[in-house]
């Protein structure tokens, strides 16, 4: 596919969620970095389609089926627990989960998907997990310890948009870049 792009789309967390995110992780390690691959926090969001790779025609009929569709209203989200994929005891990923506003993002991907869908884009085949990236752990481990820890209180945003991410691959690292975004009312 000449000039496709790789995409997806999710959520953003605004810089002063992030801020106190960094702070909610350095509470929840005790001071060391995570384990594994910590994710920057200014790569920080939540996934809600990955598309892969999208060609240019596809990906504006993409974002004008967004534009249009009713996607639902501005809802507040706020972190409620960390956890690892596949499981504790043998952690590939560290993330924080959601508490207040997880139905509303289930409710939202649900939307998106069908959205992506409807454009002729493969659903994903597992379950939706909202989440957000902590870490990646190149060997399994066993993080139990580190997850038994409380977890302080994490902030609150407001989710309003949802946005088309160019997820474009660098000597250092995966960078993301905002293609478009649709507006939640």
Known sequence: MDGAQRLF???PVPPAAKAALADTVTALTGGPPLPGRPESPDKWHLTLVFLGAV???AREALVAALAAAPLGAPFTLAVGAAGA???RSRARVLWLGFGEGQDAVI???GRVAAVTAA???APEARPYAPHLTLARLPVPADVRPLLARPLPPGPAWTVDRV???WSRPAARGT???EVASAALL
């Open 85 to 87: 994929f596949p499981r």
């Open 163 to 165: 946005v088309l991410y």
């Open 119 to 121: 454009q002729g884009f």
């Open 107 to 109: 409710r939202l991907q």
């Open 175 to 177: 960078t993301y870049e």
């Open 55 to 57: 060609a240019p025609e």
């Open 9 to 11: 789309l999710g959520l």
